[in-house]
């Protein structure tokens, strides 16, 4: 794997299309395999309910699978921590800064394909869209001037994978005024019936309240939140490493987010009420 992996990197890394090509799908079919029900002796046709996946969590059910065994180890390791994701988002990166045509649209849509199964398939990879820097990539990709409809909505879909039960990444969303870039897209005329929906789709999910925010913390999340915007990395408890965040330690309810986005959007309350009757994700106490 460590082979496949190293060939497909050197083939990502170069400018050439044909190459990425190739080693996109080399990167695909190695997902492809890991995302195959894994079978043996030992395990059950039928997984019971215990055998579900926890939220953010590896799928106990696959985790016998040697491949994904050895998949993980790497993806864990120090050469190889969270490889597969930083390397896609440095692909696209480098297809950003070519000529836009047919084949390099082509191009970000297998790679933003491809690092949706690697952020589901591997969720501490997520983690790596805390770094301002890797979520700028997917915010440029909103673009409306330079990116088809076909890309927007990818980038959504990609998003919504990068910022599941992460909220350092929100938070790094936040900052970067992503609110603002995705609501501006979904005001404009010209925007994509499609994109429009996927939009609307990230807003009920964006709008979901965060773990242990409640009402009383409305009052001193706004302040702690300059704290830590302001604080060194040191006090903040950031190293500086590829899966942290200056703003790890803020969290949000959903009337916090609700009054965010009223700067952008004018009917964010029907959203609101919307999520509350419909429950789209369950019963998260609104």
Same mark, same amino acid.
């Given at each position: 794997?460590?082979?496949?992996?190293?060939?497909?990197?050197?083939?990502?890394?170069?400018?050439?299309?044909?190459?990425?090509?190739?080693?996109?799908?080399?990167? %695909?079919?190695?997902?492809? !395999?890991? @995302?195959?029900?894994?079978?043996?002796?030992? =395990?059950?046709?039928?997984? *019971?309910? /215990?055998?579900?996946? *926890?939220?953010?969590?590896?799928?106990?059910?696959?985790?016998?699978?040697? #491949?994904?065994?050895?998949?993980?180890?790497?993806?864990?390791?120090?050469?190889?921590?969270?490889?597969?994701?930083?390397?896609?988002?440095? @692909?696209?990166?480098?297809?950003?800064?070519?000529?836009?045509?047919?084949?390099? =649209?082509?191009?970000?849509?297998?790679?933003?394909?491809?690092?949706?199964? &690697?952020?589901?398939?591997?969720?501490?990879?997520?983690?790596?869209? #805390?770094?301002?820097?890797?979520?700028?990539?997917?915010?440029?990709?909103?673009?409306?001037?330079?990116?088809?409809? #076909?890309?927007?909505?990818?980038? &959504?879909?990609?998003?919504? @994978?990068?910022?599941? %039960?992460?909220?350092?990444?929100?938070?790094?969303?936040?900052?970067?005024?992503?609110?603002?870039?995705? @609501?501006?897209?979904?005001?404009?005329?010209?925007?994509?019936?499609? &994109?429009?929906?996927?939009?609307? %789709?990230?807003?009920?999910?964006?709008?979901?309240?965060?773990?242990?925010? =409640?009402? /009383?913390?409305? /009052?001193?999340?706004?302040? !702690? !939140?300059?704290?830590?915007?302001?604080?060194?990395?040191? %006090?903040?408890?950031?190293?500086?490493?590829?899966?942290?965040?200056?703003?790890?330690? &803020?969290?949000?309810? =959903?009337?916090?987010?609700?009054?965010?986005?009223?700067?952008?959007?004018?009917?964010?309350?029907?959203?609101?009420?919307?999520?509350?009757?419909?429950?789209?994700?369950?019963?998260?106490?609104?």
């Amino acid at each position: 794997m460590e082979f496949l992996l190293s060939s497909a990197f050197d083939q990502i890394s170069s400018y050439d299309p044909a190459s990425v090509r190739r080693g996109l799908r080399h990167i %695909e079919g190695l997902l492809a !395999h890991l @995302c195959r029900p894994y079978t043996s002796a030992s =395990t059950s046709p039928l997984p *019971s309910k /215990s055998d579900r996946p *926890s939220p953010g969590g590896i799928d106990t059910r696959v985790a016998d699978d040697p #491949a994904y065994r050895e998949f993980l180890r790497l993806q864990e390791g120090f050469e190889w921590n969270r490889a597969v994701a930083l390397r896609l988002v440095a @692909c696209l990166e480098r297809l950003l800064g070519q000529e836009s045509n047919d084949l390099t =649209t082509l191009l970000i849509l297998s790679t933003l394909d491809l690092l949706q199964g &690697v952020l589901l398939v591997h969720p501490p990879s997520r983690r790596v869209f #805390a770094r301002e820097v890797n979520m700028t990539i997917l915010l440029d990709l909103l673009e409306p001037q330079s990116s088809p409809a #076909a890309i927007q909505g990818a980038t &959504v879909n990609t998003l919504v @994978c990068a910022l599941v %039960e992460e909220w350092p990444n929100v938070r790094t969303f936040e900052a970067l005024d992503g609110l603002e870039s995705i @609501c501006t897209l979904f005001k404009r005329k010209d925007t994509d019936k499609e &994109v429009k929906l996927r939009i609307l %789709e990230f807003l009920f999910f964006y709008l979901i309240p965060e773990p242990q925010a =409640t009402q /009383s913390s409305s /009052s001193s999340t706004s302040h !702690h !939140h300059a704290k830590t915007k302001n604080a060194s990395p040191s %006090e903040d408890g950031w190293s500086g490493s590829s899966n942290a965040s200056g703003y790890g330690h &803020v969290v949000r309810t =959903t009337q916090e987010k609700q009054r965010m986005l009223g700067k952008y959007l004018s009917n964010v309350e029907s959203l609101v009420n919307e999520l509350r009757q419909s429950q789209p994700f369950g019963n998260l106490m609104i």
